[in-house]
């Protein structure tokens, strides 16, 4: 059984920081492309960030030089550290593994950035 389990998430003041972490089971995760979605109420799910199997990165242009993408294979673990998080950030992340045609998903996780 495939399952993507999400933690990290919560509520932080503009400006702060977030650490996701995404623990995956029941895939070869090395052979995965692993990446971040996010949900805002009323908006549609939108790419965060992605890393390919060889590393390879890939950022929305609304995060990028915040947020930083990470694998560890050894681990099956994806992590989405998110610094000077502003007001539009809050989304509920998921994560997603991709190979081929076959994608798996998160349940989510809530992250509100709010004073």
């Known amino acids: 059984q495939v399952t993507l389990v999400e933690s990290g998430g919560g509520l932080v003041q503009p400006g702060g920081s977030l650490r996701l972490s995404c623990a995956a089971s029941?895939?070869?995760?090395?052979?995965?492309?692993v990446g971040w979605y996010r949900q805002a109420p009323g908006k549609q799910r939108e790419l965060v960030a992605a890393?390919?199997?060889?590393?390879?990165?890939n950022y929305a242009d609304s995060v990028k030089g915040r947020f930083t993408i990470s694998r560890d294979n050894a681990k099956n673990t994806v992590n989405l550290q998110m610094n000077n998080l502003k007001p539009e950030d809050t989304a509920v992340y998921y994560c997603?593994?991709?190979?081929?045609?076959?994608?798996?998903w998160g349940q989510g996780t809530q992250v509100t950035v709010s004073s």
């Open positions: 997603k593994a991709a190979l081929g045609f076959r994608e798996q």
């Open positions: 029941g895939i070869i995760f090395s052979a995965y492309v």
């Open positions: 890393i390919t199997r060889d590393g390879s990165l």
